[in-house]
């Protein structure tokens, strides 16, 4: 990618300095402390800046909502979030640079034999609040009732819930640590992840952003961002094309 112009980086760091929402709630894209954030969100992040030519600032949160609201708010001009149609109204986002899924879990001597088997009357499936897969599961199922708290499987644990919904590195951990638990196959969604800005920001500004995401996926840096921090390279979205 060429250099960009001071436009770009006047219209995406309007204060000289890029302030980037990290959701350090999701371990596969962000780990470490708020002062000491790391990660392939991170690492986008940084890169990012690097071809604005401005420094960048990390504003870390503990879940997805806290991380658009802070970008809504105007508190963040980039955010690293799954795509979703309630969060595109409001988020110009780029093609996706990770795809992870969301994965069911449920005791060891429940009924259910699949994901499918969830969206029954009576079953109470315990999300969190705000999530990629809260927004999803609100709209898809028809019979499950959705219980949002803090995380999936801690309100899973709180309220005696039929099932948990989270992401299924972090969920498997927490099933191979709990032998009363198992996972419920096949995933119940594939999580796109994307880089995003303000609807507010201009077609050149996003073109910029939706290109370099691009490229970064394309030559591997994702996929090498994720090996860094003890993630798995194949989460790399595939390439266009």
Do not use: W
């Not at 990618?1 to 959701?23: C, F, H, K, W, Y």
């Not at 969920?171 to 419920?184: D, G, K, M, N, S």
């Not at 996929?223 to 993630?231: I, N, P, V, Y």
């Amino acid at each position: 990618m060429t250099p960009i112009d001071a436009e770009i980086a006047q219209d995406l760091a309007p204060t000289g300095v890029l302030r980037a929402s990290i959701n350090l709630g999701n371990p596969v894209l962000a780990q470490g402390t708020p002062d000491e954030p790391a990660g392939v969100t991170v690492a986008l992040a940084r890169e990012v800046a690097a071809r604005l030519a401005v420094p960048v600032r990390f504003v870390c949160f503990d879940a997805a909502r806290k991380s658009y609201a802070a970008m809504a708010e105007g508190d963040a001009d980039l955010c690293f979030l799954a795509v979703d149609p309630d969060r595109e109204k409001d988020v110009a986002f780029s093609a996706p640079y990770v795809h992870i899924e969301g994965v069911y879990a449920a005791p060891v001597g429940s009924s259910f034999t699949s994901a499918e088997d969830v969206d029954r009357d009576g079953v109470r499936v315990g999300v969190k609040k705000g999530s990629a897969y809260d927004l999803h599961l609100s709209r898809a199922l028809r019979h499950a009732t959705v219980v949002r708290g803090v995380g999936g499987i801690d309100v899973f644990h709180a309220e005696g819930l039929d099932v948990a919904a989270g992401i299924r590195q972090p969920l498997t951990a927490h099933v191979h640590q709990h032998a009363e638990l198992r996972l419920l196959e096949p995933a119940f969604m594939t999580i796109r992840q994307a880089v995003g800005t303000t609807r507010e920001r201009s077609s050149t500004t996003v073109r910029f952003l939706r290109e370099l995401v691009a490229e970064l996926v394309a030559s591997g840096f994702v996929a090498e961002a994720l090996r860094r921090s003890g993630q798995d390279p194949a989460l790399a979205a595939p390439t266009a094309g």
